[in-house]
């Protein structure tokens, strides 16, 4: 079965901090994405992949940088978190169709004091 | 926005009913996905319907697709409790998928 594991489940960091999100997935994707949830707003794309060394700006990518370093793992950094950045992430891994299935991690709950 | 509904619906209804959720997007596409996500999970696909079928079912959930209003609808028969999730519409353009703000079901025993 498809799996993608996130970690932390949980972080609190202080502003001004460095956060990294890490993400692992066992699927052999090609594709990687990070969403964060937010109450009223769905889930909304940060960055993604279209398989190692590559990275690309989603919908929301101020304030985040995204790392591909290989074909199963992607992380989020967050170089200087604010308050605002206090969010659930998730990290999805797909095959890149058209009608592709995304699969999930369980997310990370972030926030930032 | 490329949605037309923007805000987190919320429905609560008791078990057995049955329900329907829309939504609406704005650009061209030809997959539209259902994803369900229960408390402290990632969501999880559900059903997919293609731009050249009208109507998809899979056991208990019936999704339909009207390309022309570019619109999508999701239906649950004999609601059970363990339907309580959010569930987001999704649509594939310009090379991502993009979510909706959702509907939280509540279905109450």
């Known amino acids: 079965e498809a799996a993608v594991t996130q970690s932390p489940r949980n972080k609190v960091a202080v502003t001004g901090g460095k956060v990294t999100l890490s993400c692992n997935q066992t699927?052999?994707?090609?594709?990687m994405y990070w969403y964060r949830q937010d109450t009223g707003h769905g889930l909304r794309l940060i960055h993604y992949?279209?398989?190692?060394?590559?990275?690309e700006k989603g919908d929301i990518p101020d304030g985040y940088k995204a790392s591909r370093p290989s074909q199963e793992n992607f992380s989020l950094i967050l170089e200087l978190a604010t308050p605002s950045q206090t969010s659930v992430y998730f990290c999805a891994s797909g095959t890149g169709s058209s009608a592709e299935t995304l699969y999930f991690g369980s997310g990370t709950r972030l926030t930032v004091l | 926005s490329q949605w037309g509904e923007e805000n987190l619906q919320a429905l609560s209804i008791q078990e057995g009913e049955d329900v329907t959720m829309n939504c609406s997007y704005k650009?061209?596409?030809?997959?539209v996905q259902w994803y369900r996500q229960k408390s402290g999970k990632g969501p999880a696909l559900i059903i997919l319907i293609r731009s050249n079928e009208r109507e998809k079912r899979s056991g208990r959930l019936r999704a339909t697709l009207d390309t022309s209003s570019q619109s999508s609808s999701l239906s649950i028969t004999g609601t059970l409790a363990t339907d309580t999730a959010v569930y987001f519409c999704a649509f594939y353009g310009n090379e991502k998928i993009t979510f909706g703000a959702g509907t939280k079901l509540t279905i109450k025993p």
């Open positions: 992949s279209y398989g190692a060394g590559s990275t």
């Open positions: 650009t061209y596409t030809t997959v």
């Open positions: 699927n052999n994707h090609n594709n």
